[in-house]
């Protein structure tokens, strides 16, 4: 079975300091994890996504996120925040090695950027 | 968003009726996947098809119906049968390697009178 935990339902942060929203996971095999953002009343917006190789992953909008496999973590990050990236953010996996093709999905974090 | 339609935005239902969602996608994309947001519980996967004419089950599939006729097009029926369907409802699609991203549309909320 594969989960994921997001154990901050709210980050708060003043705009242009740094942000970090958590994510640990739970799969048998190796991970495949994805992070994703979520406007109000809109779709998902796919960010990064990490698959193998180096533990930091570049994406969208310049946020990055650090695969961690002995602390099974995959943190979102992002050097200077702004009121823009106050949205809803979700971390996903899917394992590797099972035969299942879905995505599990945490609960999400409503990140806020405080002006 | 893009590439991906879903309607309608919003959609208003009375307790015993049926209703249907339309998902279409643009992105020749060949899986589909059916998701149901509720505040605070993520998303869960209600169906998801990987060709035409073939779909499975996923975590919440009780009350829900789909048909996957056209690789276009993946269509959500929430039955009557669906205890609590009010909900944000989201359509997604990839194409099949297992390391593919899946994209979504803008969702349908659904709300039950």
């Known amino acids: 079975a594969q989960s994921v935990a997001q154990p901050e339902d709210q980050v708060n942060v003043a705009e242009g300091n740094p942000l970090t929203v958590k994510c640990t996971y739970s799969v048998s095999g190796n991970p495949y994890l994805f992070w994703y953002v979520q406007y109000p009343n809109r779709g998902l917006q796919f960010l990064l996504k990490?698959?193998?190789?180096?533990?930091l992953v570049k994406g969208s909008y310049g946020f990055e996120a650090e695969f961690n496999k002995s602390q099974t973590s995959f943190h979102l990050k992002k050097p200077s925040a702004l009121v823009s990236d106050s949205a809803l953010y979700f971390c996903?996996?899917?394992?590797?090695?099972?035969?299942?093709?879905?995505?599990?999905f945490g609960s999400g974090t409503q990140l806020t950027v405080l002006p | 968003d893009g590439g991906i339609t879903q309607s309608p935005k919003y959609l208003f239902r009375k307790e015993g009726q049926n209703v249907t969602l339309s998902c279409e996608q643009n992105l020749n994309h060949d899986a589909m996947y059916w998701y149901r947001q509720d505040p605070g519980q993520g998303l869960r996967l209600i169906y998801y098809?990987?060709?035409?004419?073939?779909?499975q089950k996923g975590d919440i599939a009780e009350g829900y119906s789909v048909s996957r006729e056209k690789k276009e097009s993946f269509p959500l029926t929430v039955t009557s049968a669906q205890k609590n369907p009010t909900a944000f409802y989201l359509c997604a699609s990839s194409k099949a390697g297992r390391t593919d991203t899946q994209y979504f549309g803008p969702g349908t909320r659904l709300t039950v009178l």
């Open positions: 996903a996996v899917r394992d590797i090695s099972g035969s299942a093709r879905q995505l599990t």
């Open positions: 098809s990987q060709i035409v004419n073939d779909f």
């Open positions: 990490y698959i193998t190789g180096d533990n």
